[in-house]
Nanobody
């Protein structure tokens, strides 16, 4: 399975972006899709994740209320909607896939990764 992230860009504070994570196929190995971000000099941080079924959805406290995760009902795409962006949201955003299981907020449990898409928020 391959994952491809897209949708990043350079925006101003307060703007919105929608990131996409397209999966080449939907299999049990990527039943959970997670979004992570990594700013320069910082550790990779969990942002949001959901199962394809929608039975499990979780958004990190740090972005809850501004970011939402959803999926396209006809294509194998998971979206991360970024609203009210702040300069501290600047990072490379990655999507990743894993089977259903515990600890889905840890990047270490995701075996399948897409390339990152860069988000830069200017003040």
């Amino acid at each position: 399975v391959q994952l491809q992230a897209s949708g990043g860009g350079l925006v101003q504070a307060g703007d919105s972006l929608r990131l996409s994570c397209a999966a080449s196929e939907r299999t049990a190995s990527v039943e959970v899709i997670g979004w992570f971000r990594q700013a320069p000099g910082k550790e990779r941080e969990f942002v949001a994740a959901r199962s394809w079924s929608g039975l499990w959805i979780y958004v990190a406290d740090s972005v809850r209320g501004r970011f939402t995760i959803s999926r396209d009902n006809t294509e194998n795409i998971v979206f991360l909607q970024l609203n009210s962006l702040k300069p501290e949201d600047t990072a490379v955003y990655y999507c990743a896939g894993r089977p259903v299981g515990p600890d889905s907020t840890s990047f270490k449990t995701y075996p399948t990764w897409g390339q990152g898409t860069e988000v830069t928020v200017s003040s």
